[in-house]
Every structure is written in structure tokens, then in C-alpha cells.
């Protein structure tokens, strides 16, 4: 299975596994699943960065290292994946969301996501 995750999911992986339940971790463990991030998730971090909020300290160079290191795959942005969000419904406003589901629907992947408002859009959605 091919996933994208959600920009959360990789915070948690990366910084607070105990947040990511036991499905979760199995299904990011399981040899046969692919696993993919996003360039928009590493823009969203990096935006938020920038914002120098107290309660949000990530280094997005590392990472997208460990990422990389623990063998997930970057998915790029093309203008067919923007393209894409013209045809979601208006059911979620955060552009990062919307981008990173059409990017989900474009390559044949689920969008692996714990946000109930994303998790509307139903399909190409593994909520967890």
C-alpha cells in the first residue's frame, strides 16, 4: 500500500511517537507499505517556523534526513497535483491538507491522516 502522510503523522514520528496509535505504528512498520512525505509538509513546517512560535520547534533539514534515512520517499509538487485541488470540495480550507490529498489522489495513494475535517473528503483517506 502506498501512503502519503499527513504533515502531523511525520511530526509525531519524528518527535512524539507515543501520540501515533498502535495501528498507526503498525501500518508505518509494515515492509509492504510504502511510505511518502510530501515537499508541501516540509513547506508547511518551514512556514510555520518562520511564524517563531514558542511551541514549535522542529528543524525541517533533519528531518527530511530522517525521512529520507528511514527509507520514506519525497514526493514532489507538480502543477498536476495542484491542478487536482480545483476538484475537492470546499469541506477544508488549510491549502496544505487540500494539496497534500490531492497529491494523495493523483499518485493512487491514501492520504494517511488523524485530522477529522481532512478525513471528510473520505475518499483516498486512511483515517487514523
Do not use: C
Not at 93 to 98: G, S
Amino acid at each position: 500500500m502506498k501512503l502519503l502522510l499527513d504533515t502531523h503523522i511525520l511530526l509525531w514520528i519524528a518527535g512524539q511517537p507515543e501520540k501515533l496509535s498502535e495501528s498507526t505504528r503498525t501500518l508505518l512498520t509494515t515492509p509492504e507499505n510504502n511510505l511518502f512525505f510530501s515537499a508541501a509538509s516540509i513547506w508547511e513546517i518551514v512556514i510555520k517556523l518562520g511564524l517563531r512560535r514558542d511551541d514549535f520547534k522542529v528543524d525541517p533539514y533533519r528531518l527530511r534526513k530522517m525521512l529520507i534515512g528511514h527509507g520514506y520517499t519525497e514526493l514532489p509538487i507538480t502543477a498536476e497535483h495542484a491542478l487536482k485541488v480545483e476538484s475537492l470540495p470546499p469541506l477544508h480550507k488549510d491549502p496544505f491538507d487540500r494539496l497534500l490529498l490531492a497529491q494523495a489522489r493523483t499518485e493512487g495513494m491514501l492520504f494517511l491522516t488523524g485530522d477529522a475535517a481532512v478525513a471528510q473528503y473520505q475518499e483516498s483517506i486512511l483515517a487514523v
